[in-house]
Nanobody
Framework: VQLQASGGGLVQAGDSLRLSCAAS????????MGWFRQAPGKEREFVAG????????GYADSVKGRFTISRDNNKNTVYLLINSLKPEDTAVYYC??????????????????WGQGTQVTVSS
């Protein structure tokens, strides 16, 4: 499967963004999906995950209450709604697909496919 992330940009603190990740292929609805981010000089970190049926979602503590992950299997797309953006949210955001298993995980090594990333820059 190929993943294409989009929706990033330069925004001000307090703004909102919705990131999208469009997937190719006919088996998207069987993949568990995750969003990760990587800030300059830092390791890639998990921010949100959703299982194949949308029955389970999870978030990093640092984004809980501000980020919402969702998916539309009819459109082969997973979304990340980010509210109340903060300068510390500045990073490249990546979507990832996990082919096996019933749930998402928080470990990047568990994911099989990655999108190219979309830059989010938040000014104060």
């Amino acid at each position: 499967v190929q993943l294409q992330a989009s929706g990033g940009g330069l925004v001000q603190a307090g703004d909102s963004l919705r990131l999208s990740c469009a997937a190719s292929g006919r088996t998207f609805n069987s993949y568990n999906m995750g969003w990760f981010r990587q800030a300059p000089g830092k390791e890639r970190e998990f921010v949100a995950g959703i299982n194949w049926s949308s029955s389970s979602t999870g978030y990093a503590d640092s984004v809980k209450g501000r980020f919402t992950i969702s998916r539309d299997n009819n459109k082969n797309t997973v979304y990340l709604l980010i509210n109340s953006l903060k300068p510390e949210d500045t990073a490249v955001y990546y979507c990832a697909a996990r082919r096996y298993g019933l749930v998402y995980t928080r470990r990047s090594r568990d994911y099989d496919y990655w999108g190219q990333g979309t830059q989010v820059t938040v000014s104060s």
